[in-house]
C-alpha cells in the first residue's frame, strides 16, 4: 500500500482498502481510524486527524494524466 510518513511521529499513514486510515507507529503499534479522525480499533490512540483526512480521501485524476486512474 501507499502512505504518508508523519513528519514529526515518523507514523506511516495509509489506506486500509476499507475506507479507514492505518496508522503505524515507529514501535510497531498499528490503529485504524475514519477520515474525520475517530478511533476504529487498535492500540494507536495519539493520532494527525488532518493527516488521516488526506490519507483517507479520495483521489483524484491529475489534470496532466491522460488514463483514468485506476483505485
Keep these: 500500500m501507499y502512505g504518508v510518513i508523519h513528519p ?15 496508522i503505524k507507529q515507529t514501535d ?13 480499533d487498535g492500540e494507536v490512540f495519539d493520532v494527525d486527524p488532518q493527516l488521516c483526512g488526506w490519507v483517507g480521501g479520495p483521489k483524484a485524476q491529475h489534470r496532466l494524466q491522460s488514463e483514468p486512474k485506476i483505485s
Design 28 to 40: 510497531g503499534r498499528v490503529g485504524r481510524y475514519r477520515r474525520d479522525g475517530s478511533w476504529l
Design 8 to 22: 514529526f511521529t515518523k507514523a506511516l499513514y495509509e489506506q486500509d482498502g476499507e475506507g479507514g486510515v492505518r
